[in-house]
């Protein structure tokens, strides 16, 4: 049997009681699995991070709530648990990890043995006081794009300062704020005592939230200053640079000049939602600005020498503008000339029930399934092209974001 007294990795331990017992020790958190069959990863804090049980995949988010992930012969079904279903999960997942760990525990290394015993530790009464910890920290979290779903997020602002597009229900129910920089140092300490050793897993910092860059120049520094004094670079882990949204509305106000400041201050990569190349669909979804108009901001971000994350909807305008959304989309990404380290995104449409999207859409026949799979595939391959296979282009499900 191999001790894990200093070395990470993985390694076996076999148990009368519980058979074959997989451990996986990393820097930052720590896989444990019951003969391959049930599998779970926990965080520095003994927190859980994720599990395979009876073939389902869930994964647990620091507001308590838990996504599942499973194939279905229709496709792929991504779920949120209701919370009587989360609870009697963590409490499964909780119970069964106790069991393996105080089997394995005798002749463990201290750190291991500690780190066993903070899983333990994350029973009911933990979770439910890290569940009132994340509501008095954040308020909610609608999304961040998906190379940041391992981020740290930090709310510099609060919803969306336009909050009017018609197929956008993300920040509908609160109003748009700014923090002061002594608001987000609090905020920051209260993140940082949430997370606890689990930060040294976040990858990077997503500046929250729907369009934080909007913020005027001279404060938005300010605010970014809190952010670096408060996430040095550590050579043990932990974020590492800056990401945020920017809707064009608040981008058509920032100059290059600008933008190498924010640069300086740790910004890496700016996400935008032009959804459609098209302009009548553009003006249909009420965004603001018009697709000229984001080339415009993203030409401004790359000169100075900041990446793009650009979003692309697909299914907008169904079956009737299906062929002019695909081809001005494409258009419009070509002329932003995309390079290496630029991202495109590729969001699915799910309209809201009740959006104004729903409602002006009645009449117009939305793409079935054959035809929205047709569209991703052509958007994905078209958006490739367009940027010389310099942009990494990828999927967004937006049910898949959980924090
Ligand atoms: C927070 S939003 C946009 C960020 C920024 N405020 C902007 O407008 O550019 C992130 C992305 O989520 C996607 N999204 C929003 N609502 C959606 C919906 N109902 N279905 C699919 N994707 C959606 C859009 O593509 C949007 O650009
Ligand atoms: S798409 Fe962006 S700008 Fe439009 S309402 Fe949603 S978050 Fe706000």
Redesign the pocket.
């Known amino acids: 049997m191999k001790h894990l007294d200093t070395d990470y990795g993985p390694s076996v331990v076999r148990t009368s009681e519980l058979g074959t017992i997989y451990l996986n020790v990393q820097p930052h958190s720590l896989t444990i699995s019951q003969e391959l069959q049930a599998t779970f990863a926990f965080d520095g804090e003994g927190r859980p991070l994720s599990c395979f049980l009876d073939g389902r995949n869930y994964r647990f988010g620091l507001s308590g709530a838990v996504l599942l992930k499973t194939t279905h012969p229709d496709g792929k079904l991504r779920r949120i648990l209701d919370p009587a279903e989360a609870e009697a999960l963590a409490a499964t997942v909780h119970a069964r990890a106790t069991r393996i760990a105080n089997a394995i525990m005798h002749g463990r290394s201290p750190a291991l043995r500690a780190w066993l015993e903070r899983v333990v530790a994350w029973d009911r009464t933990r979770r439910a006081e890290a569940c009132q910890a994340f509501a008095a920290t954040y308020s909610p979290i609608s999304i961040v794009p998906p190379d940041h779903y391992q981020a740290v997020v930090i709310q510099a602002t609060e919803g969306?300062s336009?909050?009017?597009?018609s197929f956008?229900s993300?920040?509908r129910d609160r109003a748009f704020r700014i923090k002061s920089p002594a608001a987000l140092q609090e905020h920051i300490v209260q993140v940082k005592a949430l997370l606890g050793r689990g930060l040294a897993l976040r990858r990077s910092i997503f500046l929250g939230d729907?369009?934080a860059l909007i913020v005027p120049q001279a404060r938005l520094r300010e605010l970014l200053a809190v952010v670096n004094a408060a996430f040095p670079p550590t050579a043990t882990g932990g974020p590492r640079g800056i990401y945020a949204f920017l809707?064009i509305f608040g981008g058509e106000i920032k100059q290059v000049a600008d933008y190498v400041e924010l640069k300086q201050d740790g910004i890496q990569r700016i996400y935008l939602?032009l959804e459609t190349g098209d302009e009548e669909v553009f003006r249909m979804l009420n965004?603001p600005g018009s697709p000229a108009e984001c080339v415009e901001v993203v030409q401004r971000i790359k000169a100075a020498g900041i990446n793009v994350g650009v979003i692309l909807l697909a299914g907008v305008g169904g079956v009737g503008f299906a062929e002019r959304h695909l081809s001005s989309s494409l258009t419009t990404l070509q002329a932003m000339n995309l390079s290496q380290g630029d991202l495109v995104y590729i969001s699915p449409l799910i309209p809201p029930a009740t959006s104004d999207y729903a409602r002006q859409m009645q009449g117009v026949q939305p793409l079935d399934t054959a035809a929205m799979q047709a569209q991703l595939a052509a958007l994905r391959s078209g958006a490739l092209t367009a940027s010389n296979a310099q942009a990494r282009v990828a999927l967004y499900h937006i049910e898949e974001w959980l924090y």
């Open positions: 969306c336009w909050n009017q597009c956008c993300f920040y729907a369009n809707d939602g965004k």
